[in-house]
């Protein structure tokens, strides 16, 4: 009963996401993606077998808590939305966080330093690659976010911008971008920056060891194209990584993972 604008398809077997995946590359799609995690793993493997049989890229927000992780990794993503809760999976009492669909990286700072290396080894040789959305997921921890916030309300000062961006759209982003000392109680606070500080130590370590990750910045959370550099930003302050490989993060390894030459 689909129409368009009337939200998603929902499948619920292996066959209807096959089907679906088919329709969706006969009516022209350059890459499937799935929502969320709330199904087993099998009835997204049926999804991205077909579109790698097409020579599609796969892009999955395996958010569990159905499919997440490793097993979103072993369904055929090549690209997981949200890092694909892999927090959940390296913490130190995995089922604590089972049922954890949050986006914001509370569970890493559980994070177990063996689990984790276990996770990077996982994701080098399977060649997924996590897409953080800091600035949406993690919103308000980065290291640079006072600067962040002052060049989003710069960027709506352009009369380009407010030519086509509503009010409303950008009061959304604003209030997205809120510094979390004045939504979180202190506890809260403390906890969650753990929680970051670990999520990028786990972004560092995965592509230190050959491992790749892709730049985003969600939507609603940042001004449309400025997002995607101060995602950046943050992969070179906060992640340490090398500019060389930020830059990649938003150019070759994109298009490998999508399957795009």
Not at 63 to 70: E, M, S
Not at 202 to 222: C, K, P, R
Request: aromatic letters at 8%; glycine letters at 8%.
């Amino acid at each position: 009963n689909y129409k368009p604008g009337d939200g998603g398809r929902i499948v619920r077997t292996p066959d209807e996401a096959r089907a679906i995946v088919r329709y969706n590359i006969a009516s022209g799609a350059d890459f499937i993606g799935t929502n969320d995690g709330n199904a087993p793993p099998e009835v997204f493997a049926a999804a991205a077998d077909e579109a790698h049989k097409a020579g599609l890229g796969v892009v999955m927000r395996c958010v569990g808590p159905g499919t997440r992780g490793k097993e979103c990794v072993l369904a055929g993503a090549d690209v997981m939305i949200h890092t694909g809760e892999i927090g959940d999976q390296i913490a130190k009492d995995p089922d604590k966080w089972k049922n954890y669909i949050g986006l914001p990286p509370d569970a890493y700072c559980d994070m177990d330093p063996a689990k984790e290396k276990d996770m990077v080894d996982f994701l080098v040789h399977h060649n997924s690659a996590p897409e953080p959305d800091l600035m949406a997921a993690d919103r308000g921890f980065g290291s640079t976010w006072h600067r962040l916030q002052q060049e989003t309300i710069d960027d709506f000062k352009d009369p380009a911008m407010l030519a086509y961006y509503p009010a409303y759209s950008i009061a959304d982003v604003i209030e997205n971008q809120k510094s979390p000392e004045t939504y979180l109680p202190p506890d809260k606070l403390a906890f969650r920056k753990c929680g970051y500080d670990n999520h990028v130590k786990f972004l560092h370590d995965l592509v230190t060891a050959g491992g790749q990750i892709v730049a985003a910045s969600d939507i609603t959370q940042t001004p449309p194209g400025l997002g995607l550099h101060q995602e950046m930003d943050l992969f070179q302050t906060d992640a340490k990584l090398p500019p060389m490989k930020v830059l990649q993060t938003a150019t070759k390894w994109v298009a490998d993972h999508f399957h795009m030459k």
